[in-house]
């Protein structure tokens, strides 16, 4: 309504998607993994609920905000002699959900088409577990796969949004 407003938003805030083929130096040329190339994958997946309300003399303000929940997941395949001893390493990130939250403040002033917004976004930690293969360590009698614990602080964030019109008929 015109003082209350609910919203549910879903982003992918973070992340890399990377596959290298062909012919190159993140690509395999010999051995098991002739023509394996280098392959990164890590995603997030936000949901946000927020919950707002306006206020003012004309309800130009809002203040909102509410929680996000964050999932976590990746895999890992470094390929080729751009890494030299570390070729043929694997590492899966076993999936985390891990919970932050969303405030801002906002103005609008409809009758010049003006709005804007400052919000913040938490940092968010997650603790889950990593699965990693390194092939070449065998040789030196090491074992080669193993699992750990794995922390990483996903950063804050403040965003600020504006805009206007850009003449008043419009």
Same mark, same amino acid.
């Given at each position: 309504?015109?003082?209350? /407003?609910?919203?549910?938003?879903? *982003? ?13 130096? &993140?690509? /395999?040329? /010999?051995? +098991?993994? %002739? ?6 994958? $890590? #995603? =997030?997946?936000?949901? =946000? ?5 306006? &206020?003012?003399? %004309? #309800? ?6 509410? @929680? ?18 570390? =070729?043929?390493? *694997?590492?899966? $990130?076993? =999936? *985390? ?12 002033? @409809?009758?010049?088409?003006? %709005?804007? +917004? ?5 940092? $968010? *930690? ?17 074992? @080669? ?22 003449? @008043?008929?419009?």
């Amino acid at each position: 309504n015109d003082r209350f /407003s609910v919203g549910v938003l879903y *982003d992918e805030p973070f992340g890399a998607a990377v596959q290298y083929s062909g012919e190159n130096n &993140f690509v /395999s040329a /010999s051995g +098991a993994q %002739k023509g394996q190339g280098t392959n990164v994958e $890590i #995603r =997030t997946n936000n949901v =946000t609920a927020l919950v707002g309300t306006k &206020f003012g003399e %004309k #309800r130009n303000f809002q203040i909102y905000g509410g @929680p996000a929940a964050q999932r976590l997941n990746g895999e890992v395949h470094l390929r080729g002699i751009a890494y030299q001893g570390a =070729t043929g390493y *694997d590492a899966k $990130i076993s =999936t *985390d959900t891990s919970v932050g939250w969303v405030a801002g403040v906002a103005y609008s002033k @409809p009758e010049i088409a003006l %709005k804007a +917004a400052l919000t913040y976004r938490s940092e $968010i *930690d997650h603790e889950t577990s990593i699965a990693e293969v390194f092939p070449n360590v065998a040789l030196r009698g090491l074992e @080669p796969a193993t699992t750990k614990g794995f922390e990483v602080t996903l950063p804050e964030s403040y965003n600020l949004d504006f805009q206007t019109g850009v003449n @008043p008929t419009t």
